[in-house]
């Protein structure tokens, strides 16, 4: 055994610039994966269906293939990593286990944002990278130009970049032989001290935890001892092995290897990785094992928190259950129980941006079938007091600092530092745009030289952070025809001018609705939100006619549907004044009113096209109010 035939590496890219399609192909030509499934363009690390109905990567994926070069047999790891802003977290934690990246750029499109961002980072954490051009197949390629950017952006020597098409493979068998000969192997000692680092982890039925882990020195051998960082309850490995891309049993997992280990731990709160995942253990072989906290991650930072609610309460503990499951395999979401008087039970948690908080949504539902109302996002802001300063991640625990017995001394709200990639021709509208966003300090600069034709700049300025976790992002792309490329990073907080936005249903106030808006914004908000709310009031009705289901349709013809003939005002509130005001008649949310007897087939459509509504209501007071409703709050915003 050497350490000297393995090569730990990971795929870094802007988001679409083609790291999935790069990983099959990379494990089609070390025969990994089986002839069936070869040729098929399947994405074979896009496991979660959310990642194929999406086509995005969402979680990092590990597999190990066998490559012989020169006459000699070598272990690669692969890494494969999320693109989108929101998952930055896991890449720099796959980046963590490995030695060398390959920074892929497409052709076509060039540097973007984020091709800037995985670039800074894997170069932070000392990787070696390797430059790869793909797309090169398609007709708009512009390789020499897009090289050329390379090598002003990120220094890189132009005879370094590798030109592919990972669609077609032509140019991969070059990949396969620069990572053997330009990454470093990983240095480590089977007769040291144990120490492997443990990157990911997921529960499985029958087995308990499986984690993912980076041997780092020592051997890990099936009935090894290891101990919960945790609970210091003790397990003996039952089983590990290779991802191969499925997971292989081998005998022991030695130093440069990544794999996986399972020891029947049965309870999610008991893994290993309890601490923290991002810590080093050590475990001498012994039976036993000491977690030093080797803090090796920037302190990790939850960007904006919503609550989540069964829509049935009796289900909290069932949901309750599912989310520490689920965030076995997503460390980056922080979960607190909260209680709503309007949702009752549920729970506030914690994501690195909307899109990861609409993943997240989404796996809940797909893989744990769960039905829940999530309320709408928002950034942890600061509230300073006289003699303390408190965080506020919950528009419900946002202190009135319009009465002066609050006594609040200040509020701040965070900043991040944007950067975006745009086409000259789309500068100004994205100067706008950020301006809208409350952009500051704002600077550009070229990417390409000037002679280029439609040359790309470079735009920054600090911003808001709950600007942009609203839908700042969709509109920077259709205000850019998608061209606009965008990343940012903490900038710490500022002072601001914020106000708690309260909205009364039936005179009753909702506290699930509530809202954290700036002092400028409080009018429009305030008009838009109870003019949406009014508006949801059409679900509303027909839910309450669905309700009196299976006599529904004989109800129906003889024109006997009982209807609410009470009015609901709808009010929005900030301190004891009221911003806007609707009034919500029951009467006009029945859209079945006028088809009668005859009409029954239509009536029933109607209904029929309730239902997917109707799922995902929760009654407050008098009134259902059906997901969208909160969903709007933050396109309102
Ligand atoms: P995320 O997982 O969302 O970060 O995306 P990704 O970087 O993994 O990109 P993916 O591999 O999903 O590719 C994005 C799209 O580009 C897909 O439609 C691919 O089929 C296509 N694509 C990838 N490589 C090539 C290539 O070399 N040539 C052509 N023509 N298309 C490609």
């Known amino acids: 055994y050497s350490c000297d035939v393995i090569r730990n590496f990971s795929i870094i890219a802007h988001i679409d610039h083609g790291k999935s399609t790069l990983a099959d192909r990379l494990l089609e030509m070390t025969s990994t994966i089986s002839a069936t499934v070869k040729g098929t363009n399947q994405q074979f690390l896009d496991k979660l269906k959310v990642e194929r109905e999406r086509g995005i990567t969402v979680k990092a994926q590990t597999a190990s293939m066998f490559h012989n070069h020169n006459g000699r047999n070598y272990l690669l790891n692969l890494i494969d990593t999320p693109g989108h802003v929101d998952f930055s977290w896991e890449v720099s934690r796959s980046m963590a286990a490995c030695e060398g990246a390959l920074l892929l750029v497409d052709a076509t499109q060039g540097v973007q944002a984020q091709s800037l961002s995985v670039f800074h980072t894997a170069c932070e954490r000392g990787l070696t990278i390797i430059p790869v051009l793909n797309k090169i197949d398609l007709p708009a390629a512009q390789p020499d130009r897009i090289t050329a950017q390379m090598q002003s952006t990120f220094g890189i020597d132009p005879a370094d970049v590798l030109h592919i098409s990972a669609k077609t493979g032509q140019g991969v068998e070059a990949v396969l032989q620069a990572i053997v000969e330009r990454i470093p192997p990983p240095t480590g000692s089977p007769s040291e001290k144990m120490k492997a680092f443990l990157f990911d982890s997921s529960y499985d039925r029958y087995r308990g935890v499986i984690s993912l882990v980076s041997i780092q020195n020592g051997v890990l051998r099936k009935g090894d001892k290891i101990a919960s960082c945790y609970t210091r309850k003790k397990y003996e490995i039952t089983d590990l092995g290779i991802m191969h891309p499925e997971e292989v049993s081998t ?70 259950e599912s989310i520490k499951r689920l965030t076995l395999t997503d460390r980056s979401v922080t979960v607190q129980r909260e209680s709503s008087t309007a949702l009752a039970q549920g729970c506030r948690l914690g994501f690195l941006g909307t899109l990861h908080m609409d993943v997240f949504r989404q796996r809940l539902e797909d893989e744990y079938d769960a039905n829940i109302i999530i309320t709408a996002p928002t950034v942890p802001y600061k509230v300073v007091y006289k003699d303390k300063t408190v965080f506020v991640s919950n528009p419900t625990d946002f202190p009135d600092i319009t009465d002066p017995s609050a006594k609040v001394r200040e509020v701040q709200e965070p900043i991040v530092k944007a950067t975006i990639i745009v086409p000259e021709d789309y500068l100004g509208e994205m100067m706008d745009l950020c301006f809208l966003h409350r952009a500051e300090d704002m600077d550009h600069r070229y990417l390409d030289s000037s002679s280029a034709s439609s040359a790309r700049a470079i735009l920054t300025c600090t911003m808001p952070l709950s600007d942009i976790v609203t839908d700042f992002f969709d509109k920077l792309k259709s205000r ?63 839910a309450s006619i669905d309700k009196a289901s299976p006599s529904l349709c004989a109800m129906l013809s003889d024109k006997v549907i009982p209807r609410q003939m009470f009015e609901v005002p709808i009010q929005a509130v900030v301190g004891k004044r009221v911003i806007a005001r609707e009034t919500l008649s029951a009467l006009r949310a029945d859209v079945t009113a006028g088809l009668y007897g005859g009409h029954y087939e239509r009536k029933m459509k109607h209904l029929e096209n309730q239902k997917e509504s109707k799922r995902r209501m929760k009654r407050i007071g008098s009134v259902d109010l059906p997901q969208e409703a909160f969903f709007d709050i933050l396109r309102t915003k």
């Open 251 to 320: 005998s022991q997992l030695l130093p440069g290897q990544v794999g996986y280990i399972a020891c029947n731990m049965k309870q999610s709160s008991e893994d290993l990785l309890c601490i923290s995942p991002y810590r080093r253990y050590t475990s001498p072989g012994n039976g036993n094992t000491h977690f030093p906290p080797v803090e090796w991650f920037p302190a990790q930072w939850e960007k904006v928190y919503a609550g989540v609610f069964p829509v049935d309460s009796n289900d909290f503990i069932k949901l309750e």
């Open 480 to 542: 850019s025809s998608g061209f606009a490329s965008f990343d940012y990073e903490d900038a710490g907080y500022q002072r601001s001018n914020l106000v708690k936005m309260s909205f009364l249903l039936n005179n009753k106030p909702v506290d699930a609705l509530a809202l954290i808006v700036h002092r400028s914004a409080e009018q429009t908000v305030g008009r838009l939100w109870v003019k949406k709310l009014r508006a949801s009031s059409h679900t509303f009705c027909l």
